[in-house]
């Protein structure tokens, strides 16, 4: 990794859904000032619907593993901050990362718990999808701004 790049870690309950989408525009919109990660509270199982509804925007997924904090944190790797995105409660439970990240909360809706027909999942989880993207390109424009990182 370059050492102008920020490292962001993304985390939500599985690592299956929210925290993957997440990862998979802050690389796709802004690669060249980010490395994202993504992991889960527990392990879990990428969610086939948001593999659709990122291909449907030009970004594949598919091959994607899910991954826990356990195994982010024994990498050691020091991130620039940790962004929780799924409900508040849920993201009491992430632990503590070492260094300096910010920590910052946002919470979605998640795609796995949705309920309904094949194409009305996958409609929220577009709407879902959709609310993320928005998100990091909103996120992108914040860092930028003079003194961001700056604690």
Not at 26 to 39: C, K, Q, R, T, V
Request: aromatic share 6%.
């Amino acid at each position: 990794m370059a050492e102008n790049k920020h490292r962001i870690l993304f985390v939500c309950i599985h690592n299956s859904a929210r925290s993957q989408m997440a990862e998979a525009f802050l690389n796709h919109l802004a690669g060249g000032d980010f490395e994202a990660e993504s992991a889960g509270l527990e392990p879990g199982k990428l969610n086939p619907m948001v593999v659709e509804a990122m291909q449907e925007v030009g970004i594949d997924i598919s091959a994607n593993k899910t991954k826990t904090v356990d195994d982010m944190l024994r990498k050691g790797t020091l991130y620039s901050a940790v962004i929780t995105v799924c409900d508040a409660a849920s993201a009491e439970a992430c632990p503590v990362f070492p260094g300096k990240a910010k920590k910052i909360g946002w919470s979605f809706s998640d795609p796995s718990a949705l309920t309904g027909s094949k194409e009305e999942i996958l409609e929220k989880t577009r709407q879902v999808r959709d609310e993320i993207e928005e998100k990091i390109k909103a996120f992108i424009q914040e860092v930028s701004a003079p003194g961001y990182w700056i604690k």
